[in-house]
């Protein structure tokens, strides 16, 4: 009897830890399959952390080069009731290169520069990586994003390779705000 009572015990505590479990986390991080075929800049894995003051998307590529054709886009997504991204950051993936945080209209975007503090680091060689931070105030300060990455490379102007992470506008899971990004 007593182990009968001990098992009812523990398998509510357990049952109790999984109805309790969090809906969403802090970082999302995903691995990318070797999918692109024909471009350099393949992406390799994608890592987003939402932190207290910013959110940050760490892209990793296959081999990241100075003299890359490819361009980056990282969607988020602040509203999950509208269809798309809220915000855009596009930035081409050369050395030289410029980036810029705009709204967006669905999975595109807008004319409508937003001004506030964002930047984007790209580590060539051994790192193979683009790092954008964006201040969470850019974002009117969400309390949950989602992130989806897309790679363009016009490869050799007849065609044009491009690879989404996680999927072709697919989102991560939701990514709450707590960790120090």
Not at 62 to 89: C, I, M, P
Not at 146 to 151: E, L, W, Y
């Amino acid at each position: 009897m007593r182990s009968r009572t001990a098992l009812t015990a523990c398998s509510a505590v357990v049952l109790a830890s999984l109805v309790a479990a969090p809906a969403h986390a802090e970082f999302y991080s995903t691995s990318d399959p070797a999918d692109a075929s024909g471009s350099l800049t393949d992406v390799r894995a994608v890592r987003a952390k939402h932190g207290a003051a910013n959110v940050v998307v760490k892209v990793r590529f296959q081999d990241l080069t100075r003299s890359s054709a490819a361009g980056l886009s990282v969607f988020v997504d602040t509203d999950r009731g509208e269809k798309g991204a809220e915000y855009v950051l596009s930035s081409g993936l050369n050395d030289g290169t410029d980036y810029v945080l705009t709204t967006a209209k669905g999975w595109r975007g807008t004319d409508e520069r937003v001004e506030c503090d964002y930047d984007a680091k790209y580590g060539w060689g051994i790192k193979n990586s683009v790092r954008v931070r964006i201040d969470r105030a850019c974002l009117e300060t969400p309390a949950t994003v989602r992130v989806s990455v897309k790679m363009a490379d016009p490869t050799d102007g007849s065609t044009r390779v491009v690879d989404w992470s996680p999927e072709r506008r697919r989102w991560s899971l939701p990514i709450e705000s707590g960790l120090g990004a």
